[in-house]
């Protein structure tokens, strides 16, 4: 394959508005390169990475959490917002990434866990040792149990990992956690817990940072009134008034406008990113220039490889946008779902927490048309305006490790549902680096998580040497798409049935073939493919063309 526009990425990082049609690679800390050789990647690890993040050609880094942490929920179970885990690194540690990645023109997002700590946060030791109704107890949410003795939790609220949302203490007292037990949820309606976080935000803003991305940024505001409100079911699509007693509440307004005066005191002004799992005709307000600026849009990520779902989930995106003074984003992959190289890999439909439990074998994904529709996908989501969240290994068609032992799970999915659901440990394997050694170049002692074999042809030295490789498209894809300009209004053309096909104000054209038989495209110059030739614009099955 042959690429018409290698040249180098201008810097788009200098403006205020660096983030709006940014490339962001995901990088999950633990996961990327081990520097100290104990098996858990690390800070100096990454910043030993940075020179592979400049050729890929990204805008901006975002980190996963890399806080102190027990691990009880793979970091997202902070113990110190405002400090490093000393297996991950030091604050200097993290200073001298920042730099060293700026010195690069790359931006540095952190990720913010504004709805929980960990148990093990000084708080939370605090308030188990202090009375029921101590100011200590009042930084979280503790209640008393119903029924006789207070033996029942205070109401049905459901965790997201299984199980009553309420743990029981010795003394009798119940408290909140919509996570692990081990993630008790702050009380967002205490100035305390507010100060606190503009301390965290400011700490990370004063050290560099160029940005945040906010963990359940539709959790912190609850209605906590008395009695408590029912709202047993999580899968219960939220109400869009605003009312639902626990998620998406119009009291995150206040929070986030708060927020967003702190951010706007930097120069530029710092941006965020909102995790917010509110229904997608409400997302758009987390995007406000009030409030966080910016917000996942999860739909891609939950799309079926088709051309008609695609095309809803594009105009969706546009459409919410265009509502706020915002970019829409997208996202096919990330720390929390199964890798779409391999979910495209699979029957339509399928049931993915069945078919890990089963361990990934029925039925056996199509390893090679995964990694084709992962190619076309990602150069379709390439051509668009907004911003493109990269998960590492995206770049290298990682597949999912669906075939890890239940003594390897870290995941409190798997542990919470006793077993009832394998989690995310399979996203979450360490980067192939090398495709000789034991650990594959990610560590030079056994990994936290095992590399399958699998992914040895898949590392980075071997993408490197081969111009047909996932990795070597998306080097050129994303360079091509800075120096294309992605930021103008794209507008459908003619399309056969199974295919989309758009075109940019400036003559950027994006063709993609969802369907079974090659169709015939009258191009100019092909710009790029994700299969091999395409030149005379026949593009072929589960393929995209980008042409002028
Ligand atoms: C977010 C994170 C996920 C974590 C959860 C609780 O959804 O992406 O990994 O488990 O929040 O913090």
């Not at 805008?59 to 009880?72: E, G, K, M, R």
């Not at 915002?326 to 096919?332: D, N, Q």
């Not at 029957?347 to 390893?367: C, E, T």
């Not at 969802?514 to 099955?541: H, K």
């Amino acid at each position: 394959m042959t690429h018409t526009m290698p040249a180098p990425t201008p810097d788009r990082t200098r403006s205020d508005d660096w983030w709006r049609h940014a490339v962001v690679y995901q990088i999950y800390p633990r996961s990327f390169a081990d520097s100290d050789g104990d098996g858990l990647g690390d800070i100096d690890g990454i910043r030993s990475r940075l020179d592979y993040l400049v050729e890929l050609g990204v805008d901006a880094i975002w980190l996963s959490p890399f806080y102190p942490s027990p691990l009880a929920d793979g970091g997202y179970d902070v113990s110190d917002h405002r400090a490093v885990d000393p297996r991950l690194g030091t604050t200097d540690g993290i200073r001298a990434l920042i730099e060293g990645a700026h010195a690069r023109g790359l931006k540095i997002i952190v990720d913010i866990v504004p709805n929980h700590t960990s148990d093990q946060h000084e708080w939370f030791q605090r308030a188990l040792a202090a009375p029921a109704g101590s100011p200590e107890r009042d930084r979280y949410v503790f209640r008393d149990g119903t029924g006789p003795d207070g033996a029942e939790p205070p109401s049905d609220w459901r965790s997201h990992f299984g199980g009553s949302a309420w743990a029981r203490l010795p003394d009798g007292q119940w408290y909140l956690h919509l996570f692990a037990p081990e993630q008790p949820d702050l009380n967002w309606g205490n100035p305390e817990v507010r100060a606190d976080l503009i301390r965290t935000l400011r700490f990370w803003g004063d050290l560099g940072v160029d940005g945040f991305r906010v963990d359940v940024a539709h959790g912190l505001a609850k209605d906590l009134s008395e009695p408590l409100r029912s709202q047993p079911n999580l899968d219960r699509a939220l109400p869009l008034d605003g009312t639902d007693p626990l998620y998406d509440r119009d009291e995150l307004d206040d929070i986030y406008r708060e927020w967003r005066e702190l951010f706007d005191s930097y120069s530029p002004p710092l941006m965020a990113v909102a995790e917010s799992w509110a229904p997608p005709a409400r997302v758009w307000r987390y995007a406000r220039s009030t409030s966080l600026g910016q917000a996942f849009n999860f739909e891609l990520s939950t799309a079926a490889w088709d051309a008609g779902q695609f095309r809803a989930v594009i105009e969706n995106g546009l459409e919410s946008a265009r509502r706020t003074a915002a970019t829409t984003t997208w996202v096919l992959s990330n720390h929390d779902i199964v890798r779409h190289t391999t979910r495209y890999a699979l029957p339509a439909g399928i049931d993915l927490d069945a078919w890990l439990l089963g361990g990934g074998a029925d039925p056996a994904p199509d390893r090679a048309l995964g990694t084709a529709r992962a190619r076309a996908a990602a150069l379709l989501m390439l051509a668009l305006p907004g911003s493109v969240y990269v998960y590492q290994g995206d770049e290298l068609a990682l597949p999912e490790v669906s075939d890890l032992a239940p003594e390897q799970l870290h995941d409190p999915i798997w542990l919470r549902t006793d077993g009832a659901q394998k989690g995310r440990d399979g996203a979450r394997v360490p980067l192939p680096w090398d495709a000789t050694g034991e650990h594959l170049g990610f560590s030079t002692a056994t990994p936290w998580l095992p590399l399958p074999e699998a992914f040895r042809d898949l590392a980075v030295a071997t993408q490197d040497a081969d111009p047909e490789s996932t990795l070597n498209l998306y080097r050129a894809a994303i360079r091509c798409r800075a120096l294309l300009d992605p930021s103008g209004d794209i507008a459908w053309l003619d399309a056969p049935e199974g295919a989309l096909h758009f075109a940019h104000p400036n003559g950027w054209r994006c063709f993609t073939n969802f369907g079974d038989a090659a169709v015939s495209v009258e191009i100019g110059e092909r710009i790029l493919g994700s299969a091999p030739g395409m030149d005379a614009g026949v593009v072929p099955p589960n393929a995209t063309l980008w042409y002028r």
